[in-house]
């Protein structure tokens, strides 16, 4: 795939609606785009998109969400005004003067009372949504109590770097796809997982593991970065690379995952950081507490702004993700054992870095 091709694919996995319960348009962007490079593709109850490489080896397990955080209409007033609350993790400073679209097309933009003493006291029930509409009952034929909105967010792409909205956590949906279509040589059986209500609490990778029941898993997901003007201390910077997670507020993450990954990277020559993200979580969390326990690690893709509707990575350290995941699901058992005691690569492992 070039570059363009890249770009293009992610752009539109992000751009499609998908707020967590609702990510049906994003499941009908991705499934053709797999068809031809994996076995078996199923949809399980609550959602999640389950696309399989059949293989003698072990059950590896890589996950990313589909769905992105949003809002909901809680109320409406009879100046036709929506109350909103939150899907997932949404900031009310982030949210003033963005425009939200409903999955039947409706825009509005996001506004809040205007007497306040401080943008402290700034919550999102003393914010509103305007839709255009000048009472209760005109409100009411565009919009229902209960409907969920996304913010609007088009995707361009800047030196190298793209932004846009939901690459929380589309782009990590689209280094998922860029793996499968490269079908890569392996003994293994992947489970490629497009999982559903991560944001609300990690909710459909949960089953998903119980349904597939693997041997290790991963999950793709975005992570936070240290590298903005007085940002906070975060080792994590865009553009040098994947990183490989250590630790973040729902995983520990399993050492043998963790050591497999560095000795994917450093085989391939893939550049990568280590990552320790003190709040927040991902798939990880919920999958290796999942069917007795299942060891799983994570790879992030550096992401500032997150939670914002201009998202940005760097097209560069996606294609890191994309390599190091598919030398992770070639490794054999015994090449990792190799590489920890001694320095010698062997044979087996060659590959690992064409794709
Ligand atoms: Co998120
Ligand atoms: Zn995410």
Redesign the pocket.
Known sequence: MNDSNFVEMIASIAQAFGPSGNERNVREVIEPMLSGCVDEVRVDALGNLIAVKKGAGKKIMLAA?MDEIGVLVTFIDEKGFLRFGNVGGVSPFISVGMRVIFENGTVGTVWYEEKMDSMKELKLDRMFIDIGAVSREEAETMVCVGDMAVFCGEAVETNGRIISKAL??RA?CAALVALARMMPETENEVYYVFTVQ??VGLRGARTAAWGIMPDMALAV??TDVGDMPESHHMAVSIGKGPTIKIKDSSIVCHPDVVSRLRSCAEKAEIPFQYEVLTAGG??AGSIHLTAGGIPTGAVSIPTRFLHSPSEMISVEDLKGVVNLLAAFIQAGEESQEEDLSSGQDGEDTNDAGEN
């Open positions: 969400h929380d956590d990590g991560e944001e997901d975005v991902t798939d």
